[in-house]
């Protein structure tokens, strides 16, 4: 799962959705359920199946006859005999649309006539429904799992880079980060003597990448550190940098990794080890948006960071 939604549309007269506001409706909705919203429109069947054989969706959206360049039955072949299972809907204004979607029913694979004037509103309420029946689909437990270790990860190598970028600079806080840096390794890590007894050999980018002595509330830490010494953290947009990004993001990758899941009363819930004993917390539409929502925020953030510290150093 990623923060992205990617969405096939395959239409030869696309243009025409694109103007009357139809994309712009289904990235709003996308945005609203915290994705990131990615729709490719392709106006041949021949350059989306190009797309295809290298990029993942999560829906496609096609005309059933594109002009001179096939039928949908041609495209449910070609992708289906490429295993790609993603959903798909095909539309279509032909009066016999009907007759000829019974003949090509499939496994995730919808038809929607649009013969009449509400047409257009159908294909709309459709695709959202699909849009949500995928959803949930990915807010299986495992899919959020995935998505948070993957994001928080692309977060951690973030932060890495900025430490190494002003570390390994000629600036004025280069030789205070590395010394706060290598204070936190000596103070939590004293029972690795032997790799203790070597981190002053190590170069700065090494010892920043070390993931055994290093980790990722050490390196948010320090980047909280970095905020402070550039005298960034008094700024609304960073302030508490550290200790809201331990509790939006870290403590729920930590909640994830090594919670266990169970039923209770016929809903999964992720049991959670807490001090104050376990808390069984339900992974709901509302509880996915949030994770979202705070995996964007704060990839948006680091990105002002870093090009603020740019700025500074």
Not at 62 to 81: C, M, P, T, V
Not at 94 to 111: G, M
Request: net charge negative; glycine share 4%.
């Amino acid at each position: 799962m990623r923060l992205e939604y990617r969405i096939l549309w395959i239409d030869d007269q696309i243009e025409d959705y694109i103007e009357n506001g139809l994309k712009d409706e289904f990235a709003a909705y996308l945005e609203k359920l915290a994705f990131i919203p990615d729709i490719d429109c392709f106006e041949t069947v021949s350059v989306a199946e190009e797309k295809l054989k290298n990029k993942e969706y999560d829906l496609i959206l096609s005309d059933y006859n594109i002009g001179d360049d096939g039928n949908g039955k041609d495209l449910i072949d070609r992708i289906r005999s490429g295993e790609i299972y993603t959903e798909i809907l095909f539309y279509s204004a032909k009066p016999d649309f009907e007759e000829v979607a019974k003949s090509l029913y499939q496994d995730r694979i919808s038809f929607l006539s649009l013969v009449d004037d509400s047409g257009f509103r159908k294909f709309k309420g459709k695709t959202f429904r699909l849009i949500d029946l995928s959803i949930r689909k990915l807010q299986e437990l495992n899919s959020v799992r995935g998505l948070v270790m993957s994001q928080t990860s692309d977060l951690d190598t973030t932060i890495e880079d900025i430490l190494i970028d002003v570390m390994e600079g000629e600036n004025e806080f280069t030789e205070k980060l590395r010394k706060y840096v290598i204070k936190k390794i000596e103070d939590n890590a004293k029972e690795r003597s032997k790799i203790i007894e070597k981190i002053n050999d190590l170069s700065n980018a090494d010892i920043i990448k070390h993931r055994q002595l290093f980790d990722a509330d050490k390196k948010s830490r320090t980047l909280n550190e970095l905020l402070k010494l550039c005298k960034l953290l008094d700024e609304e947009l960073f302030k508490k940098f550290h200790e809201n990004y331990q509790s939006d993001v870290l403590r729920v990758r930590n909640d994830l990794a090594h919670a266990k899941s169970d039923i209770i009363d016929g809903i999964e819930y992720l049991i959670v080890s807490r001090k104050d004993g376990d808390q069984p917390i339900k992974y709901d539409q509302a509880q996915c948006i949030e994770i979202r929502k705070n995996l964007r925020k704060y990839t948006d953030l680091l990105r002002k960071i870093r090009e603020r510290v740019i700025e500074l150093t």
